[in-house]
Every structure is written in C-alpha cells, then in structure tokens.
C-alpha cells in the first residue's frame, strides 16, 4: 500500500514540475518577444561587410533571497537575449547548428551547489517579417555531458531554413536555487566583455538585487559605467548602455582583460547579523560597490579569523599580518587567503 502511495505521489509531482517549468518558460516568452523586445536598428556601412551583425544584446543578472518556513534559498539567474543578422552564407553556416549547456526540462539537485534550470527560445525572422518559432522538441538533441563531478547536458539545435537576410533571435536564461543555512552567501563573481567576433549595434548589462541583497561591480577598460535606475517596486535596478562596437580582432585567449572593454560583478546576501563582518565592505544595498581600499583590505584580515563558523559558507582561514610586512605584501597575502 505505502509502494502505491509513494508511486502516486510521484506521478503527480513529476507532471506538476514540468508543467511549472513550461509555464515559466511562456513568462520568459512573453518578457523577451512580447513586453521587452528589441528596437529597430540600422547596420553601420562599415559592419556590412561582416558575416554576421548582432543587432540588439542584453544581459541581465538577478540575486533573490526566498524566505520560506522550510530551507532557505537564494536564487540566481542570469538572461542573454540576442538579435542577430545573417548578412552572407558563412554566417547562415555558422548559426544552422546551435548549442548550449544546462537541463532545459527539470532542475539537477545539488547540495553543494543547489538545482539548476536553463529556459531557451529561438525564433528566425525573414525579410519579409514573417517570424517562425523553433519548436525545440523537434529540433533540440540533448547529450549527457560529464562536468567535474556534476552531470550535465548539451543540448544542440539545428535551425531549418535559414538565408543570407535572416534574422535570429534568441533568449538563454539559467537560473539557480541555492539552499543555504548561513547568515550570508556570496556568489561566484562574473565577467561580461561588450566587444564580440562581430560587431554590435545595441546592447546593455542589467542587475537587480532584492532584499538583504548587495552587488559589487567594475567596468574595466574603458566599458560605461553603470547607473542605478529608479523604478517602482522593491529590489533595485544598475544599467549600462553601450553600442556601436566593432569586432574583437584577437580570440578571448589573447589577453581580452588588458584590451577588451568588459565589466565585472558579484552578487552577496548578508542579514544584519552578518553585516558586522561585511560592514566594511557592503554599505547600502542601494549603492554600487566598485572599488576597496587597502585601510578595507587590512580591517578585513584582522577581523576574518575571529567571525563565527556557522554564519559564512567557506572556510576561516587564519590569516596573520606581521607588522613588518609592507602594504603590498600584506594585501597580496589577504588575496591569497
């Protein structure tokens, strides 16, 4: 009897979740081709001889905290959506077959590292302005891929039809629910360069954060600067806006952090009890942080060891300062711890 239960159980649950994650992905749907879609823009003379321009790019990046009577989560999402040209044959080959990584139809649990899920959307729009949407059920083959010690997949696209003229369009959006049992959590950091093997007429870089919640960011190399947006509501919007960039003549691989334009950005939630440990760094979750200074940087090797075990997810390390040191000796150590 109690075999039976559980299997019931089970085959309601499972149905329930894909149906969640379909209505999930309509939302993003509607956000990105419905509500929030991209503005006309016109190809520069100098970018048409390009195979490809994109048109329209934007990135946006989200840190949640979800207070619930259960666990607690944090949760992290990050979107891409892209409007490409196709101006000649090399880039219609070159976009016929996409890929991306990420489970398109349930979350992968993790302890460590939470569930994760990847929503997607592509569509080709002709010359004529008709638009097709890619039925990634048909189109979509997804492989097991191995990633350290996690299982992943990779899913691969074929996109039918395409012609020199076309137009694609497509969203990418991962999100990540982190469970967490400390009074503060602090995200992977992340970089997002604004020049790309083609060029870009139109882009932007979006963060949003919520209650609790604080964001550090640089942009490096000369990218905008971000700027906080005022809008209704809770939680708190930064920006950057940027266009006309031509194509990135060298590969990621040669040295992009010294030339390329780009920005780099971090997500930390923090109660107010873990804000006496981060009050050195974390100000108001209104504002930007975008630079530390060393009189910070010493504050915060002295005080780290003496923090208490079960408020920060990571290790204490015992981080000593000999007063003999020079300043560049005793940062290059904090960094290193």
């Excluded at 823009?41 to 001889?49: A, C, D, M, N, Q």
């Excluded at 190399?221 to 194509?247: V, Y």
């Excluded at 990135?248 to 939630?269: C, D, H, T």
Aim: glycine share 4%; hydrophobic share 35%; charged share 25%.
């Amino acid at each position: 009897m109690t075999k039976r239960i559980c299997t019931l159980i089970l085959l309601i649950i499972v149905p329930l979740t894909v149906l969640f994650a379909n209505k999930e992905n309509d939302e993003y749907k509607s956000r990105f081709w419905g509500t929030e879609t991209f503005k006309e823009v016109t190809i520069p003379e100098e970018y048409k001889s390009s195979s490809c321009v994109i048109l329209n790019r934007s990135f946006e990046y989200t840190i949640d905290p979800i207070f619930a009577l259960g666990p607690k989560r944090i949760e992290v999402s990050s979107s891409l959506h892209v409007r490409i040209k196709l101006l000649d044959k090399a880039g219609v080959t070159e976009f016929t077959t996409f890929s991306f990584d990420g489970d398109t139809e349930k979350a992968r649990s993790n302890k460590k590292l939470g569930a994760d899920l990847v929503f997607a959307g592509f569509k080709v729009i002709k010359s004529d302005g008709h638009e097709n949407e890619i039925n990634l059920d048909e189109m979509m083959v997804t492989d097991e891929a191995e990633k350290g010690r996690a299982q992943a997949q990779l899913n691969k696209i074929s996109i039918p039809n395409l012609e020199v003229g076309d137009i694609l369009d497509y969203y990418i959006v991962r999100k990540n629910k982190t469970i967490f049992k400390y009074a503060s959590y602090v995200s992977n950091s992340h970089t997002f360069f604004l020049e790309s093997g083609y060029p870009i007429i139109e882009q932007s870089v979006t963060l949003n954060s919520y209650s609790d919640c604080y964001l550090s960011c640089r942009s490096m190399n000369g990218a905008p600067e971000m700027k906080r947006i005022e809008k209704k509501g809770a939680g708190n919007t930064f920006r950057l806006e940027d266009a006309n960039r031509g194509a990135r003549k060298e590969e990621m691989w040669a040295n992009p952090y010294l030339e390329s334009p780009f920005v780099k950005f971090q997500g930390i939630f923090s109660t107010s009890t873990a804000n006496k440990f981060y009050h050195n760094f974390l100000t108001s979750t209104q504002e930007l942080r975008t630079t530390i200074s060393q009189e910070e940087l010493f504050e915060y090797g002295k005080n780290f060891p003496k923090w208490k075990k079960n408020q920060i997810p990571y290790s204490i390390p015992r981080i000593k300062l000999p007063t003999s040191a020079s300043d560049k000796e005793k940062v290059d150590q904090i960094l290193m711890e």
